[in-house]
């Protein structure tokens, strides 16, 4: 019915087609919540620890989209509010860094107590979702928290790399991706 070259270019296009829509599939989610530290106060949004934690792992071969939903001054009460809108579906591993906006001012002025009950709720939520999650924090209570839920502790601070004396500079910034790789790499291998 069809010449030898119709069916070899049906072929062709056919393969071509099954290759494109592999090509084109969606990435992988990580998202990294949290404030100021997060978003990169004081450096450029590529310099941020997400930007480049992202050039890492695509480095390494992961098809990755590491989204960066930190907002400068934000508390874990509006982490919780915003989280549905900023975390998309199919997310696989959350960066959480709650930060310490929750008891920086009488606006906010929230207990050691409701602090660690929004984290908590956050990361209840997270993984109520199969959300993997790494908790930035260098506390017990937060320590605590994360094996509570079967996620990851890990300190994303660097003292000897900040623009402010609070927020890390870009130095800082490629020293806790570095942290974070091994960590996000290991968590991608076994989903």
């Not at 924090?137 to 000897?160: E, I, M, P």
């Amino acid at each position: 019915m069809f010449p030898k070259r119709s069916t070899k270019v049906a072929a062709f296009l056919l393969v071509g087609g099954l290759f494109g829509r592999a090509a084109s599939a969606e990435p992988t989610y990580v998202v990294a919540l949290g404030a100021s530290s997060i978003h990169g106060k004081g450096v450029l949004l590529g310099e941020a620890f997400p930007a480049q934690l992202e050039n890492m792992l695509r480095a390494d071969g992961f098809d990755v989209q590491v989204i960066n939903a930190g907002v400068d001054g934000d508390t874990t009460i509006g982490m919780l509010f915003r989280m549905d809108s900023v975390i998309p579906a199919g997310t696989k591993i959350t960066i959480l860094q709650p930060g310490g906006n929750d008891f920086r001012s009488r606006k906010h002025g929230l207990s050691v107590e409701q602090h660690l009950a929004n984290v908590e709720a956050i990361v209840s939520r997270l993984r109520a979702q199969r959300i993997q999650v790494v908790l930035c924090g260098d506390d017990d209570a937060q320590a605590a928290l994360a094996r509570r839920y079967d996620a990851v502790s890990l300190s994303c601070s660097d003292r000897s790399h900040l623009v402010d004396g609070e927020h890390l500079d870009p130095v800082g910034h490629r020293i806790v991706a570095g942290r974070l790789l091994p960590v996000i790499e290991g968590m991608l291998a076994h989903r």
